[in-house]
């Protein structure tokens, strides 16, 4: 499995301010996904981050919203830009730990208030 | 449209007892299910998945089962212990790398 940390664990922010949470991976990964996790609500993909290549995202997330960099093998940024209430969620990064397909290992998540 | 669904938000259990989460789909196109655990503040932790050429999977004290007629899957903790206590979400995967999850079942085990 792969071990992931994830900077900040929780931020509250003012609305239109933009944070940029990071995640770094303890061995280099193809795919890093980045997911939303709403109160009381399950999780929901927001992009695919490949390096080298522009992100993948989930129908109803736009780029301007949520620009993602992926300089490197073993890092990844997710930006939440001009935020609102609404976007006060945990946001999580995960990538592929191997065989067994389809198993993904999570990082512990950045819990953002938007005030 | 949910295409993976639990529908018991919540469920308390009896430590040593079975603790029994219930996951229905409605994609038959998944082959891959899995089984993770929750705990505030911390990410997803995987625990166990099934491959859809099965209708069982066991390790230690969790066992998955898929009925893929019905499109049901479970899973099966016995004995439940404090430390079980979370949130457990079913994802499914098909031919993409997509995990597909439901909304969760928060389980309680009472001493």
């Known amino acids: 499995s792969a071990v992931i940390s994830q900077k900040p664990s929780r931020d509250i922010c003012q609305r239109g301010t933009s944070l940029t949470i990071q995640c770094q991976v303890d061995?280099?990964?193809?795919?890093m996904f980045w997911y939303r996790q709403q109160p009381g609500q399950s999780l929901t993909l927001i992009a695919t981050?490949?390096?080298?290549?522009?992100?993948?995202?989930e129908s109803g997330f736009v780029i301007d919203k949520f620009p993602i960099s992926r300089p490197n093998l073993t890092f990844s940024t997710l930006t939440v830009s001009n935020m609102s209430p609404e976007d006060s969620s945990i946001y999580l990064c995960?990538?592929?730990?191997?065989?067994?397909?389809?198993?993904?290992?999570f990082g512990a998540g950045t819990r953002l208030s938007v005030l | 449209d949910q295409q993976v669904k639990q529908n018991s938000p919540s469920l308390s259990v009896q430590e040593g007892r079975i603790s029994i989460l219930n996951c229905d789909y409605t994609?038959?196109?998944?082959?891959?299910f899995l089984w993770y655990k929750k705990y505030p503040a911390e990410g997803p932790t995987f625990l166990i998945s099934?491959?859809?050429i099965k209708d069982k999977n066991e390790d230690g004290r969790f066992t998955v089962f898929l009925n893929k007629s019905a499109k049901h899957l479970s899973l099966h903790i016995v004995p439940s212990q404090p430390g079980d206590s979370a949130v457990y979400f079913c994802?499914?995967?098909?031919?993409?790398?997509?995990?597909?999850w439901g909304a969760g079942t928060k389980l309680i085990i009472k001493p």
């Open positions: 995960s990538v592929f730990g191997g065989a067994p397909k389809n198993i993904q290992y």
């Open positions: 061995s280099q990964v193809t795919m």
């Open positions: 981050a490949n390096q080298g290549s522009e992100a993948t995202y």
């Open positions: 994609n038959s196109m998944f082959d891959y």
């Open positions: 099934i491959s859809s």
């Open positions: 994802a499914a995967s098909g031919s993409n790398y997509q995990l597909i």
